[in-house]
């Protein structure tokens, strides 16, 4: 079976930086990505890591340890818009995806 | 970057009643759609992998004669719930891998409310 962990709430001020992490257990595992969700909107792609190690995106950075089976999102220079849940998602070999519980971000102003 | 488009975006029918749902590839061939549902403030649940030209695969607990995929062709799979019940209300979420690492296209969702 599949198992993805991630914290419930974060919340963070404007223009701080924030790391949501990400624990899983999985009987296979073709990578780890993360994709942003507005509330009533579809989710958008941030990033993926199959391999260790860090992967930059801009302000997004997503991080990878498959020894721990343990990833991160990090947000930096906080926005408002970027209030938000975000999920990560364990993918399987027919490329399904396996949803973490997701983390609902609020920023502060 | 790819899109994926899904018709209606809401829906309110009769329990007791069917309702199709449309997921399109607007530029770009899919040859596996994948359905989920989520629920208010939860994860999304993977339902099915639906494959074009053949049949749908099934998550363990999601029933197939309740939840009719058809995937058509290469840029439309459809879901249809069958005789929807209150309990089947739900955002239903179709997305499409376009081809490039595991990076998938999600369909806005249908927000189907059965009364």
């Known amino acids: 079976g599949q198992s993805l962990e991630q914290p419930s709430e974060v919340t963070a001020v404007e223009g701080a930086i924030v790391q949501i992490n990400c624990t899983y257990q999985t009987s296979g595992f073709y990578g780890l990505s993360w994709y942003q969700q507005h509330d009533g909107g579809a989710p958008t792609f941030l990033s993926y890591?199959?391999?260790?190690g860090l992967e930059e995106t801009g302000r997004f950075s997503s991080f990878l340890s498959r020894s721990d089976s343990y990833g991160y999102l990090l947000l930096q220079e906080l926005q408002m818009k970027d209030s938000a849940s975000y999920f990560c998602a364990v993918g399987r070999v027919a490329r399904q995806l396996t949803f973490g519980s997701g983390t609902q971000l609020t920023v502060l102003p | 970057g790819a899109v994926v488009s899904q018709h209606p975006s809401r829906v309110i029918c009769k329990s007791g009643t069917s309702v199709k749902i449309e997921c399109r590839s607007l530029?770009?061939?899919?040859?596996?759609m994948f359905w989920y549902r989520q629920f208010p403030k939860q994860s999304l649940m993977l339902m099915a992998t639906?494959?074009?030209?053949?049949?749908?695969?099934?998550e363990q607990g999601v029933e197939k004669d309740k939840f009719l995929i058809n995937h058509a062709s290469l840029t439309l799979s459809t879901l249809t719930v069958t005789s929807a019940h209150p309990e089947d209300s739900s955002f239903y979420i179709c997305?499409?891998?376009?081809?490039?690492?595991?990076?998938?296209?999600f369909g806005p969702g249908t927000r189907l409310t059965v009364t």
């Open positions: 997305s499409a891998n376009s081809g490039r690492k595991d990076e998938q296209y």
């Open positions: 530029d770009f061939q899919a040859t596996t």
């Open positions: 890591n199959a391999l260790d």
């Open positions: 639906s494959n074009e030209g053949s049949k749908a695969t099934y």
